[in-house]
């Protein structure tokens, strides 16, 4: 009967020991997706996660070790870089692509010494490159970064960032200087650029291919509304794959007339269009544009704009 059987199988069940489930008992596959997420919620500021991840167990570090992708981010934003430690790290990636941010902090005083030293450290990686980020570093380091990266054909690169470097710096004046990266290489797949206070007319004119454009504080606009959307018109017509659009220019514009006297301009790929003017010239700006796949019309705020019909 059902309970004679029931009784049958009791004492089996009894010496089967119960053991609870353990996070080490988890697939790799699952663990992965675990520190990944975990990781990325913080948009990757515990820079030293694969270092805490590493030290928790034998089993753990095991995984992060053999882990590229926890191993391709290089922040150089201490006063002494830490190449001995970004060389191990760069070992550990073996072949996948790497991220490299380079901040003011190691060049206030032995400036030259530690750029030559990072950019040595690079240099033999380098075709792996996949992002560039050089924020408030003196002009002529600036220099010596982009020169020597001048000639490489730098295939895995997708974003670009460059912020301006200290203003008593750059002399002569900023609109003065062009700023021309990979002038003698390329970057075919370069996809997302963000300018701040650095001249961006060379970069739409080489890289036609971005997907995204961000401006900032830019002098090569003038100080009023129309302006700006003559600058729009201009990006568009050059870059026909651009979907995000940023531009805060350096000074508020003035107003914009509500008829700016410009033909539209059509562009089909754009999805965002965020510009630093008040609503009703924003409004003005996009009423010179036909832009079929426009999802998002914003301030550089993140407001939205909306555009009476």
């Known amino acids: 009967t059902k309970s004679t059987d029931n009784l049958h ?3 089996e069940a009894v010496s089967t020991p119960y053991r609870t489930s353990h996070v080490l008992d988890l697939p790799y596959d699952i663990l992965y997706l675990i520190f990944t997420s975990v990781w990325s919620e913080t948009g990757q500021k515990q820079h ?18 053999d882990t590229p992708g926890f191993w391709t981010l290089l922040k150089f934003k201490n006063p002494i870089p830490e190449i001995e430690k970004y060389r191990t ?15 003011w902090q190691p060049f206030v005083g032995a400036s030259m010494k530690h750029v030559k030293a ?17 924020s408030d570093v003196p002009f002529k380091i600036r220099q ?18 460059v912020k301006r470097g200290w203003a008593t710096d750059e002399k002569p004046d900023l609109t003065g200087r062009k700023f021309k990266p ?12 963000v300018l ?30 129309r302006d700006i959307a003559k600058m729009v018109q201009g990006i568009l017509s050059l870059l026909p794959d651009l979907r995000i659009l940023r531009i805060d220019p350096e000074h ?36 010179t544009l036909r832009l079929p796949s426009l999802r998002r019309l914003c301030n550089t705020s993140g407001k939205e704009v909306r555009i009476d019909p």
């Not at 030293?48 to 570090?61: A, D, E, K, M």
């Not at 990979?182 to 650029?193: E, I, P, Y």
């Not at 001249?199 to 454009?213: A, E, G, Q, S, V």
């Open 9 to 11: 199988m009791q004492p």
């Open 48 to 65: 030293n996660f694969p270092i805490l991840l590493s030290h928790v167990c034998r089993l753990w570090r095991q995984y992060a070790l």
């Open 89 to 103: 790290w760069l070992e550990r990636s073996k072949d996948a692509p790497f991220d490299l941010e380079i901040g």
């Open 118 to 134: 990072i950019m040595g450290l690079v240099f033999p990686h380098v075709h792996r490159l996949r992002s560039l980020q050089v």
């Open 144 to 161: 010596v970064i982009f020169d020597r990266l001048n000639s490489i054909q730098l295939l895995s690169l997708e974003t670009l960032r």
């Open 182 to 193: 990979f002038r003698r290489g390329d970057a075919a797949n370069l996809k997302h650029v």
């Open 196 to 225: 701040e206070e650095i001249p961006y007319d060379y970069i739409i004119h080489r890289f036609k291919n971005l997907k995204t454009l961000s401006i900032t504080n830019t002098t090569s606009v003038g100080d009023s509304g």
């Open 252 to 287: 508020s514009p003035g107003s914009c007339p509500k008829d700016p006297t410009l033909p539209p301009t059509t562009h089909t790929s754009l999805e965002e269009l965020s510009l630093e003017a008040p609503d009703s010239d924003i409004a003005v700006i996009a009423c």
